[in-house]
């Protein structure tokens, strides 16, 4: 039964009962590989069965399956949450359910997922994801929530190593890495003039870095200025509660909508252009805190020393969960239109089984690089689903 839910979200059937359906009419073939001795399930034995099964066992089954084709080890891994919106009591102030998930960001592959108890919050959760998982050599990112003492000590004694956003809700540090930055800057701006440095900062100027990041992605050009000082014995809290923190960082970072005119002409502003006057998409640029905003500024800390253009990257591939993830789940998978409450964590699985064959497929074939057009082609290639779901999946190792 898993397995027909699994093959209809792998065709693009979003629904058990789309689902189902698809494995009626491909039932000959699916006969070929298992017994089905009484037809396809009705999507309410479904729904049952998904409720009851253990969701702790069924994560476990889960990991151990990515487990065997993908490592954990010496590799990003990036931790972030995801609300299911149609699972969400419609009662007056319920909380909608969330999912913590941990993301090998190389291929986009999900290891595993915890849910979030209404009662608690992410920072409790992420070290109980953490210990299900051998982070030996890999570098986690985790957003500001997780900046916490405790989760870093706890990635450190697991042989890990962390990149983490430092944001409003730690103030003192918020503001005394941004003050520090905008130090360095200026001294940097004052030695390419020729000017005289200050004695202090000059010291730590010559461990400071910063690199000019630009690329069109998909509909925005984006620009990112990522800064590093390799040397974080300034920063008060390294010296008390952060002791693995070698490094500070930030990265600013503007996204401009793609503009063009009636003819089909590129329009968009210039940077410095869209700062100043916006543009007709966004007459006035929001720069805020948070995922999606058009100017950002983000404080950055970590325990490895790395160079401008490594931090760029790492954060970069943490933001493209929101794309490769998130957008692919709610939008691909209408993952935010179920509704399904005491099943919604056992039916996200199914989804990211599927999820994870597509990705999978993506990289080996070559098809294409867009899911729902790799849906298709599991729809109407038979081989491809005996080869990825009937015969099982290579090692990546």
């Not at 570098?139 to 003492?149: E, K, M, R, S, W």
Request: aromatic share 6%; glycine share 6%.
């Amino acid at each position: 039964m898993l397995v027909c839910v699994t093959l209809g979200f792998l065709c693009g059937r979003t629904t058990i009962r789309r689902s189902l359906k698809w494995c009626k009419n491909h039932l000959e073939e699916l006969q070929k590989h298992m017994e089905l001795k009484h037809g396809i399930a009705s999507p309410s034995t479904i729904t049952r069965m998904l409720c009851g099964i253990d969701e702790e066992l069924a994560l476990y089954a889960f990991m151990e399956w990515i487990g065997e084709i993908v490592d954990s080890k010496n590799t990003h891994l990036a931790i972030d949450g995801k609300g299911l919106r149609g699972a969400t009591e419609k009662t007056k102030g319920a909380a909608t359910p969330m999912l913590l998930n941990v993301v090998e960001t190389v291929r986009g592959l999900i290891l595993a997922q915890l849910p979030v108890d209404a009662k608690t919050n992410e920072i409790a959760v992420i070290p109980e994801l953490l210990k299900l998982l051998d982070i030996k050599g890999s570098t986690v990112t985790i957003d500001a929530i997780g900046t916490q003492t405790a989760i870093m000590e706890q990635i450190h004694e697991q042989g890990g190593h962390f990149v983490m956003a430092v944001k409003k809700n730690q103030p003192e540090a918020y503001e005394e890495i941004h003050t520090f930055m905008d130090k360095l800057e200026g001294e940097n701006i004052k030695k390419k003039k020729g000017g005289t440095l200050d004695p202090v900062m000059g010291e730590f100027l010559k461990k400071y870095e910063e690199v000019i990041q630009v690329e069109r992605n998909r509909d925005r050009d984006e620009y990112r200025r990522c800064q590093i000082c390799k040397d974080a014995s300034n920063l008060t809290k390294s010296q008390k509660e952060w002791p693995h923190v070698q490094s500070i960082g930030r990265i600013k970072q503007v996204r401009i909508p793609v503009e063009r005119d009636s003819q089909g002409n590129d329009i968009t502003p210039s940077k410095e252009a869209f700062l100043k006057r916006g543009s007709r998409r966004v007459p006035v640029p929001c720069a805020e805190e948070g995922a999606g905003k058009d100017v950002q500024c983000m404080a950055l800390i970590s325990d490895l020393i790395l160079s401008a253009e490594e931090l760029g990257n790492i954060k970069r591939m943490h933001w493209s969960i929101e794309n490769r993830l998130h957008h692919v789940l709610d939008d691909t998978f209408r993952e935010d239109r179920s509704p399904a409450k005491k099943s919604r964590n056992n039916l996200s699985l199914i989804r990211k089984y599927a999820y994870n064959i597509l990705r999978l497929a993506m990289y080996e074939t070559g098809l294409t690089n867009i899911m729902t057009e790799m849906m298709d082609c599991f729809c109407d290639n038979a081989a491809l689903r005996e080869q990825y779901v009937f015969q099982g999946i290579a090692s990546l190792y």
